[in-house]
């Protein structure tokens, strides 16, 4: 079978980490959509991008499946897919932990001003009482999202002593924290902590209301995805003081020169590596690796997103 790999890897190492006897591995001439869509025909499996740069749109008459090496699929159209009956699976899980490790240490950071207190004392001052840090301990926290993330997020943030609530769309009985509505969490958490899946559904779901409902200082740590919030109503919010927050997602990334929170006071900014730690991204290689040998076994692949038949078949 031939494999088109979108990661900004090498070939070299793509073939150290996914090659099999069994496999091709393709790869794109220069990575722009063009050049992916052109092979696109002419290949049977897609290991897509982990990165926003190429995306997978139409698969064509001849992918068979595609494997996402990352938790999140917005980099793929999942409908196109299902319209083609190609499954497409991601990597539930590999980078739980690092992202709700990401979003705990971002809350720490934030109470403790952290880099504030950084900056201070590489310029020659030493504000040792001034900065008003504030304790994580007894503080009411909302996980929006209660997926892997949202559990291992809610894991910790209960270990550190928080009294830890969530909203998610579909109730989870065995959840580490109990259920709330959206608009509870808005007005009654001291932190926000977002880790939800891109949908339609969550598109702006943090809009202008949901923040203006928000407690004075309260916090609100992104760890999803930037198109969750409307950036331009935090922005504002920021402007205005009544809140804090952690961002490591954006609707446009890299980030613009341009973007209002890049000059917003209070506000904490990730260049998107919550989930990028050395663990993770080995467990999501073993992952993806593993579903690609289940193709090439011709054994049912694991973690589909688009309800497709999990059985891939070669179809040219």
Known sequence: MRLLALPPLPQELLQSLFGDPRL???LPAARTQQHVDALLPDVDLVLGDWTPQLRVGDPGPRVAFVQQPSAGVDGIDTDACAARLVPVSNCAGANAISVAEWCLSAT????RKTVE???????????QTSLGGRELRGLKV??????????????????VGCDVVYWSRNLHPDAPAEPATLQQIATSCDVVVLVIALGEQTRGLVDADFLAAMKQGAMLV?????EVVDEAALAAELERGRLTAALDVFSTEPLPEDAAVRRSPGVLLSPHMAGSTVEAAMRIVGQAKANLVRVLDGQPVLDVVNDQNPLVRKRA
């Open 142 to 159: 909302g996980i929006v999202g209660m997926g892997a993330i949202g559990r291992a997020a809610a894991e910790l943030y209960r270990a």
């Open 222 to 226: 992104n760890g999803a995805r930037g």
């Open 117 to 127: 207190a950084d900056r201070a004392v590489r310029r020659g001052d030493w504000p």
């Open 108 to 111: 720490f950071a934030l109470l």
């Open 24 to 26: 091709e591995i393709v």
